[in-house]
């Protein structure tokens, strides 16, 4: 896929959705981060697992198993904030 405005846009709207994303969870706010987790991801999903410097394949790892858990209940103190990496 090339790295064209309009895919530059979508990874770098999921990077932003991810780190909103992030005090949600840190403050017990499940429903926040589910929205801002689930439309990072569908933004990540047409994209290769490695692009514009982003680990993409391994944030939409974190993403998914983020999501896994109840939307009701607080994260368990093992899962950790998604981490967006960078490669290259």
């Not at 944030?59 to 607080?74: D, F, S, V, Y």
Request: aromatic residues 4%; proline residues 9%; glycine residues 10%.
């Amino acid at each position: 896929m090339a790295c064209d405005k309009s895919a530059r846009k979508g990874i770098f709207a999921s990077v932003n959705s991810t780190g909103c994303g992030a005090p949600h969870i840190q403050q017990n706010n499940p429903r926040g981060a589910v929205s801002l987790l689930r439309s990072a991801l569908q933004r990540l999903e047409p994209h290769p697992g490695l692009f514009g410097g982003i680990a993409v394949s391994s944030l939409r790892e974190e993403i998914h198993e983020w999501l896994q858990k109840p939307e009701t209940g607080a994260a368990p103190p093992e899962l950790a904030v998604p981490e967006i990496k960078l490669y290259g």
